[in-house]
């Protein structure tokens, strides 16, 4: 009698265990979240989209964008930060969280440590374009014009201490021209505004300009990394055109909550490499501006380790602080042509 109570309960044990073990593979068996911290249509959402269409097909499962924009993505990153760690809700991270660190130290959470790593996505340059109406086709051109009208000229941008508007500063401390800054809730409201003239230049993210490229009355002048965008060759960087010391280049990356079991950032992590692995889905994202990254978990993690601390040095040469993020934003102007100031 003994030995056949024994028997049941080793099988009871052995039929738990293996439940367990079947719950853990077949993640997810319901919908998977994916917090955004920009409007719909932004570089982040696009991004975002591209990645839940392939992640969806991959897990047979819904993976889903929710955008909470707000407080340049701090109130995205909070949110994801304080969910559950079960790998039911995810946050596309991107250089705005590097950037944020450094301005703004006093967060109700430290990045990255508040999350835990599972795929860079992309690479995607910022490029600065022009209203064609400006009259300028070159960058020494627009510096000349800057410099003759300081402050009269409108850049656009999706907010401060974000990639674009760093790369603004950077350039305006670089050469000594003074622009005005026009805040948009997001780069493709910026980039309504430059080809209908109210402003007059947009520092925004390749995938924005690729939108746009084929409209006249824009003109791309250069990016603001270090390399050229395998994406858009032709396209000189801010150093070719006679601007050196500038290599500002976003990053796109998936992350969850800390704590999120291993088993699945490797499982999400697989699935990433897949798709980009995929020459259709490579296509896909090249032709939205972006570069896919392909990089390990580990790879991931370490690049988070250099990344803070680099993006902290962007923006002490700014001169970016978060008092500038309480300043009244400049409106744009019902043209792209500065104002002639008689002189």
């Given amino acids: 009698m003994l030995r056949r109570m024994l028997a049941w309960i080793a099988a009871a044990l052995l039929l738990g265990a293996a439940a367990g073990v079947c719950e853990a593979q077949i993640y997810p068996t319901r919908p998977v979240h994916i917090i955004v911290g920009f409007p719909a249509g932004s570089t982040t959402d696009i991004l975002a989209r ?4 392939k992640l969806t097909e991959y897990f047979n499962q819904r993976f889903t964008v929710d955008n909470i924009s ?20 995810l ?9 944020n660190a450094a301005i703004m130290p006093e967060q109700p ?4 440590q508040a999350f835990a790593p599972i795929a860079m996505l992309a690479r995607v340059p910022p490029v600065l374009v022009v209203n064609r109406e400006l009259g300028v086709d070159t960058v020494a051109g627009l510096i000349a014009l800057a410099k003759k009208r300081p402050g009269e000229l ?21 050469t000594g021209v003074r622009m005005t800054h026009v805040t948009y809730g997001g780069t493709h409201e910026a980039a309504a505004d430059l080809i209908a003239g109210r402003i007059s230049v947009l520092f925004a993210p390749l995938p924005t300009v690729t939108g ?9 002048l250069a990016t603001t990394s270090a390399r050229r965008s395998s994406v858009a060759p032709t396209l000189p960087t801010l150093a070719e055109a006679g601007v050196a010391g500038i290599d500002v280049s976003l990053w796109f990356g998936l992350m969850a909550p800390r704590g999120t079991p291993t088993e699945i950032q490797r499982e999400l992590a697989n699935a990433v490499t897949r798709a980009i692995d995929s020459r259709f889905f490579k296509e896909n994202l090249t032709a939205n501006g972006a570069e896919p990254v392909r990089a390990s978990l580990e790879a991931f993690g370490s690049f988070l380790d250099l990344d803070v601390p680099h993006w902290a040095a962007l923006v002490g040469r700014a001169g970016v602080t978060v008092e500038d993020l309480d300043r009244p934003a400049a409106v744009p102007s019902v043209t792209a042509l500065p104002v002639d100031s008689g002189h």
């Fill in 70 to 89: 707000g407080d340049a993505s701090n109130i995205a990153a909070a949110t994801a930060a304080r969910a559950e760690p079960d790998g039911y809700t």
């Fill in 91 to 99: 946050f596309l991270a991107s250089n705005a969280q590097s950037a």
């Fill in 50 to 53: 591209i990645y839940a269409d």
């Fill in 212 to 220: 746009i490229a084929t409209d006249r009355r824009i003109v791309p």
């Fill in 154 to 174: 409108r850049y656009g941008s999706s907010g401060v201490g974000t990639g674009p508007q760093l790369a603004a500063a950077l350039l305006e401390a670089a």
């Fill in 109 to 112: 959470f430290a990045f990255p």
